[in-house]
């Protein structure tokens, strides 16, 4: 059973940044494809970014590339996203989420198998 525990969300003007973690625990880290989805209010989970297990390739939804940055370190077990150039509409609850296809990278969110409780961004006007 993988852990992942959120961190890095709060309030940001728009053009501004942030970086949030995701700490994980329980499991073979560099065997998981890790993705990174959010959830605005009255709106579906969407996809935002993914990074594969060692091979490190990554995908972003089109709403944040040249924005966004994913990355991981399989040493200390933590995936981040690097979030630039922040606008409103970036405002959700942004969730990491653990994937045992490890070589792939998928965009739904019924493909990953582990999921943290969430942290809040807010990007003002």
């Known amino acids: 059973q993988v852990q992942l525990v959120e961190s890095g969300g709060g309030l940001v003007q728009a053009g501004g940044s942030l970086r949030l973690s995701c700490a994980a625990s329980g499991g073979t880290f560099s065997r998981y494809t890790m993705g990174w989805f959010r959830q605005a209010p009255g709106k579906a989970r969407e996809f935002v970014a993914g990074?594969?297990?060692?091979?490190?390739?990554?995908e972003y939804t089109d709403s944040v590339k040249g924005r966004f940055t994913i990355s991981r370190d399989n040493a200390n077990d933590t995936v981040y996203l690097q979030m630039n150039s922040l606008k409103p509409e970036d405002t959700a609850v942004y969730y990491c989420?653990?994937?045992?296809?490890?070589?792939?990278?998928?965009?739904?969110?019924?493909?990953?198998?582990?999921w943290g409780q969430g942290t809040q961004v807010t990007v003002s006007s």
């Open positions: 989420a653990a994937d045992r296809s490890y070589l792939v990278i998928y965009t739904g969110q019924n493909a990953y198998d582990y």
């Open positions: 990074i594969s297990g060692s091979s490190g390739l990554t």
